[in-house]
């Protein structure tokens, strides 16, 4: 005699042997009535590398060339099983926590919960659908970061436009460090999901490594048909772990009155606090924590209602469910909003422009700190709302946003409030960014990376010393036309200026004496990177030396000229140094980090390697 259970499970099995063969339906029915409890396979199992990269966050290579890019992660592998710093794998922008900790990071959002640990992203699309029953990522340099993935319902390819979009988590962890930087294969154990999938996500956090991560490859496992579940037991509730706390719990509810006599309350004690201690105590809560509560009582509703509990808002974390009915949900509540995270939202139709234009009219007069990166859902009209309901803006930043048109950059330049404006691998055109310049003369923190539209960055660094000469920060990480003429002049005029990164420019030539000329006109540098500058010789290493003794990051990846004297004169006018990294100087083998790591400590001396 069959019980309920099997019951019931051979109904499921009699409905699904109508897409499947008799023979796996027979075969599925005597795995039931035998007891047994595995999968059963219903299909044979595919195995596909990425065809395509839709999408992702940053990327440490340059736009026009496949050298160190997320591109590289579509098709077979290119280095695995080798293990070291190769150009063909895909690396992501920053690794460690000293990223985080420069004068232009800004500060971090309260109330983002503690298991989102995510920093970049990578989509991929296969070709065929499947339900995945493996993914494999080919780690081939300080592997570790990966901290989420994740599968949609869409399907990339597909002509005809999402109606509903749907993100499940296939598996998630917090950050590690690999013992050791050597290549591996990543294949953790997945959730079987009930759609099948042709688009994954890659969430990483590079925070705990000593260097960057690279990927090679992505391999997602899955059959055409969805598996059958295993068949479960139902789980037995003992009746001896009830708890008999019916006295306590009535007791919540009573209190003595005057009379001596117990008195019904609605709120126990809770309506006994002060108003600002029970604020206090719901500002640790989560957002959606914070919207089950309200829920509750009309007492907490009141509470987790109050605009003071929304004065910082991170969207981030709930990028996967975010729509325009959740900021219409929320647009009550956020009349006191000061800073707002949007970023990674928003795309494949989830927000629409009618639903953010109405939460930024509403919400958006008091902002002062814009979170939209990677936000591809903005247009023009957008950035026109922006610019008009947010005019006491500090903060905007459009890192990744690369499928803005050149036009809508010009309503930046209403914003003449800007302290930070972050444009990292975004169109922006040369008049667009000269105009921005010209009204946000309060600029102090500008990053242009990977900005390849702006033909002439001389003209950009003149504008920059004439207009703003507070500046404190700037990013021109593969600017490739700034030449030392251009740097002379935007040295002389910022000289504020604590973070200047200007790797992988190939136009910069030390021996135009520019390297020096900067090392002397900015005293409170912090941190430079001169990235791939093959130029970069033992005079400027002096120079900075002495010049600039609060020095923290120096990156001169790629160096031929310098030697282990004038880094060691460095690491001893230095004392706050941090990080050197010295990859790829030939002229500095291991044996000399090795050396100078013994007497610097303190320092953090990268020398990547490639084998």
Same mark, same amino acid.
């Given at each position: ?36 409890? $595995? ?10 590398? $990425? ?8 990327? +440490? ?32 922008? !920053? %690794?460690?926590?000293?990223?985080? *900790? ?35 990522? #080919?780690?081939?340099? %300080? ?26 988590? =296939? ?10 930087? *050597? ?28 260097? +960057? ?6 391999? #997602? ?30 007791? =919540? ?21 002060? +108003?600002?201690?029970? *604020? ?12 089950? =509560? $309200? ?14 509990? %929304? !004065? ?5 974390? %709930? ?5 325009? $009915? ?18 990674? !939202? ?19 007069h008091n902002l002062v700190s814009l979170e939209l990166s990677c936000c591809h859902f903005l247009n023009e009209a957008c950035l026109d709302v922006i610019s008009q309901t947010c005019p006491e803006l500090q903060e905007l930043n459009l890192s990744s946003c690369d499928r803005l048109h050149p036009p809508a950059f010009t309503h930046i330049s209403k914003l003449t409030s800007l302290r930070r404006l972050v444009l990292y691998r975004t169109k922006i055109e040369q008049t667009a960014i000269l105009s921005i310049l010209t009204f946000c003369i309060q600029l102090r923190h500008l990053n242009l990376g990977s900005c390849c539209r702006i033909e002439d960055y001389d003209v950009v660094a003149s504008m920059l010393a004439a207009r703003c000469r507070s500046l404190c920060s700037l990013d021109l990480w593969r600017c490739r036309n700034l030449t030392d003429r251009g740097l002379t002049e935007l040295v002389s005029g910022c000289r504020m200026l604590e973070e200047l990164d200007l790797g992988w420019c190939p136009t910069l030539q030390s021996s135009t004496g520019c390297f020096q000329h900067l090392a002397r006109s900015l005293p409170r540098l912090r941190k430079l990177f001169l990235t791939a500058n093959r ?34 004169? =460095? ?15 030939? *002229? ?24």
């Amino acid at each position: 005699m069959l019980t309920i259970l099997s019951m019931f499970y051979y109904i499921c099995l009699r409905r699904r042997s109508r897409s499947g063969t008799r023979g796996e339906a027979l075969t599925s029915r005597r795995a039931v009535e035998s007891g047994q409890r $595995a999968v059963v396979p219903v299909s044979v199992e595919l195995e596909q590398y $990425a065809k395509e990269v839709l999408d992702f966050s940053s990327h +440490y290579g340059s736009e026009n060339s496949m050298s160190y890019t997320m591109w590289n992660l579509a098709g077979v592998p290119n280095v695995y099983p080798s293990s070291g710093d190769f150009t063909q794998a895909a690396v992501f922008r !920053t %690794y460690g926590k000293w990223w985080q *900790q420069c004068a232009s990071a800004p500060p971090p959002f309260r109330r983002t919960p503690k298991d989102f640990h995510s920093r970049d992203y990578i989509e991929l699309g296969f070709e065929e659908p499947v339900y995945p029953t493996a993914v494999e990522v #080919l780690e081939t340099y %300080y592997p570790g970061a990966i901290v989420q993935i994740l599968a949609c319902s869409h399907n990339p390819f597909s002509q005809n436009p999402p109606t509903d979009v749907r993100w499940e988590v =296939l598996w998630s962890g917090e950050p590690t460090k690999a013992l050791t930087p *050597q290549a591996r294969q990543f294949s953790p154990s997945i959730k079987l999901i009930s759609f099948p999938t042709n688009l994954l996500r890659l969430e990483v956090n590079s925070s705990l490594l000593d260097y +960057y991560t690279e990927l090679d490859a992505v391999i #997602l496992h899955g059959v055409k048909y969805r598996p059958l579940p295993a068949l479960y037991k139902l789980h037995v509730i003992d009746i001896n772990d009830v708890s008999d706390g019916e006295e306590e719990l009535s007791d =919540l509810a009573f209190r003595q009155g005057s009379d001596g006599k117990l008195q019904r309350t609605e709120n126990g004690y809770f309506d006994k606090l002060p +108003y600002e201690l029970i *604020q206090l105590i719901l500002s640790h809560l989560t957002l959606p924590d914070l919207c089950r =509560l $309200a829920q509750s009582c009309k007492l907490l509703y009141q509470h987790c209602c109050d605009p003071l509990q %929304y !004065t910082q808002l991170s969207l981030q974390p %709930y990028w996967a469910r975010l729509s325009d $009915a959740s900021l219409g949900h929320l647009q009550s509540r956020c009349t006191l909003l000061q800073r707002l995270n949007l970023s990674w !939202t928003g795309n494949r139709g989830a927000l629409s422009l009618t639903g953010f234009s109405s939460f930024m009219k509403a919400c958006g007069h008091n902002l002062v700190s814009l979170e939209l990166s990677c936000c591809h859902f903005l247009n023009e009209a957008c950035l026109d709302v922006i610019s008009q309901t947010c005019p006491e803006l500090q903060e905007l930043n459009l890192s990744s946003c690369d499928r803005l048109h050149p036009p809508a950059f010009t309503h930046i330049s209403k914003l003449t409030s800007l302290r930070r404006l972050v444009l990292y691998r975004t169109k922006i055109e040369q008049t667009a960014i000269l105009s921005i310049l010209t009204f946000c003369i309060q600029l102090r923190h500008l990053n242009l990376g990977s900005c390849c539209r702006i033909e002439d960055y001389d003209v950009v660094a003149s504008m920059l010393a004439a207009r703003c000469r507070s500046l404190c920060s700037l990013d021109l990480w593969r600017c490739r036309n700034l030449t030392d003429r251009g740097l002379t002049e935007l040295v002389s005029g910022c000289r504020m200026l604590e973070e200047l990164d200007l790797g992988w420019c190939p136009t910069l030539q030390s021996s135009t004496g520019c390297f020096q000329h900067l090392a002397r006109s900015l005293p409170r540098l912090r941190k430079l990177f001169l990235t791939a500058n093959r130029t970069v010789c033992d005079s400027d290493i002096e120079e900075l030396a002495a010049n600039c003794p609060s020095l923290q990051h120096l990156d001169i990846l790629g160096t031929r000229l310098v030697n282990a004297v004038s880094l060691k004169k =460095l690491l001893q006018s230095c004392p706050s140094l941090l990080l050197l990294d010295v990859s790829f100087c030939s *002229q500095v083998d291991m044996r000399v980090v090795q050396e100078l790591g013994s007497l610097f400590p303190n320092v953090a001396i990268k020398k990547s390697f490639t084998q």
